[in-house]
């Protein structure tokens, strides 16, 4: 009797252990995705052992109700006590295995600044539908942003900023509505930004700066309402900026030097939300708009290294605030307005004029 009782013990124990396991499956899914990757500093893998990968994994994480494998949460750079004991950052080779489309409950993937990370991501991954945050930033990815992206309608991050990613943003893209975070920075993506680019209506960043994008700026922009930081710098963007991007509610940061823009400056950005401006090195023309007043504040307002001439308003004396602004390398000409805010900037904000004058300049 002791022996049966013992036995069915057992048994029930077996199966709680199994219950509370994650599924095999699961482990090994993990386990492949690990054997295409080379960690030597860190030993970050050497806690994958044994049949509970919801237990004690480094950087996984398990829905508490399925035991699925929910979160994958390995970062390169980390307060973690692992990388304070190495005394450095982490560096990883290999590639990101398939084998982690077979996670299918998988909520987030970060796999971020290993920066020897390397090949193409797996194009399976756009079939996770339960998908949220993409985040492969600082590695040495390459090969093309997969096409069929726009399958995943839960995504609210996606992040391959410093890879070598190429090719052109998919068409798939903009219908992700759910989508608030993009960070392309610093890659080899070419080609025109969608013209439809304003169906991402939950967008708050778009961080596409660093790339090989050309054509023009898409006027559709500017109906994503909830944009707030908007970094086009250093492309091959030309034609006008669109006068529609002054009259956006929350956006407060808009980057687009090192571009090849030309035409005027849209009055409407004078008067915005927009309080970072930085249209340098451009090719920009005309005058500087004389409609600054209570509504211009701005933190930093670069418009250097354009072909702007005419005198500085005297209006500028108006705003509400200007913290940095800097005019140089234009064709303006005249007396340099007194007061605030020329009163704290250095001549440095202003040389390389055709015929400006005045403090900090010379006299005129």
């Given at each position: 009797?002791?022996l ?8 029930v124990?077996?199966?709680?252990v ?10 090994e899914a993990l386990?492949a995705f690990?054997?295409a ?5 860190l030993?970050?893998f050497?806690s ?8 004690n994994?480094y950087g996984v994480s398990?829905?508490p109700e ?5 979160d994958i949460?390995?970062?390169?750079e ?5 990388f304070e004991r190495?005394g450095?950052t982490g560096y990883?080779t290999?590639t ?8 299918r409950?998988?909520?987030s993937?970060?796999i971020?600044d290993w920066?020897g990370i390397s090949?193409e991501i ?7 539908p339960f998908?949220?945050?993409?985040d492969l ?7 093309p ?5 726009g399958r995943?309608q839960m995504?609210?991050?996606l992040?391959v900023?410093?890879?070598l990613i190429s090719?052109t ?10 989508l608030?975070h ?6 080899r993506i ?6 439809d680019?304003g169906?991402l ?8 700066s660093?790339?090989?994008f050309?054509?023009?700026i898409?006027s559709s ?5 909830r944009l707030?930081d908007l970094?086009?710098?250093l492309?091959r963007l030309?034609g006008q900026?669109?006068?529609?991007l002054?009259?956006?509610?929350v956006l407060?940061t808009?980057n ?8 005027q400056?849209?009055i409407?950005?004078i008067n915005?939300?927009?309080s970072i401006?930085?249209?340098?090195r451009?090719?920009l ?9 209570q509504g211009?504040?701005?933190t ?5 290294y354009?072909?702007?001439r005419?005198p500085i ?7 509400a605030?200007?913290g940095h602004m800097d005019?140089?390398?234009n ?8 007061g605030?805010?020329?009163d704290?900037l ?19």
């Open positions: 009797m002791a049966k009782l013992f036995i069915i013990a057992a048994v124990l077996a199966g709680a199994t219950v509370a396991s994650c599924p095999p499956t699961d482990r386990l690990r054997s990757l080379h960690e030597p500093y030993g970050i050497n994958w052992s044994g049949y509970d990968c919801c237990h994994w398990c829905d399925t035991r699925r494998v929910a949460n390995l970062r390169g980390s307060e973690d006590p692992i190495a450095r990883m290999g990101i295995s398939p084998a982690i489309c077979q996670l409950r998988l909520s993937i970060i971020a920066k090949g797996p194009t399976c991954i756009t079939s996770l998908l949220r945050i993409l930033i600082g590695n040495k990815l390459s090969g942003i997969p096409a069929g992206i995943l995504l609210k991050v992040n900023a410093d890879n090719a943003i998919p068409s798939s893209l903009t219908r992700i509505s759910t608030m993009l960070d392309l920075r610093n890659n070419s080609g025109e930004l969608p013209r680019f169906r209506g939950m967008l708050s960043r778009a961080l596409l660093r790339n090989q050309s054509g023009t898409p922009i500017s109906n994503i309402y707030a970094d086009l710098s492309n030309s900026i669109p006068a529609s002054g009259k956006m509610a407060s808009l687009l030097d090192g571009n090849l823009i030309s035409g400056i849209p409407t950005l915005s939300a927009v401006l930085n249209l340098s451009n090719a023309d005309g005058e500087i708009p004389d409609a600054f007043g211009s504040y701005f930093s307002l670069d418009l250097s354009n072909k702007l005419g308003p005297k209006s500028m004396a108006g705003a605030y200007i005019l140089s390398h064709h303006l000409c005249g007396r340099i307005p007194a605030s805010p020329f704290h250095e001549a440095s904000s202003f040389v390389y004029n055709d015929c400006l004058c005045g403090k900090p300049l010379r006299a005129c």
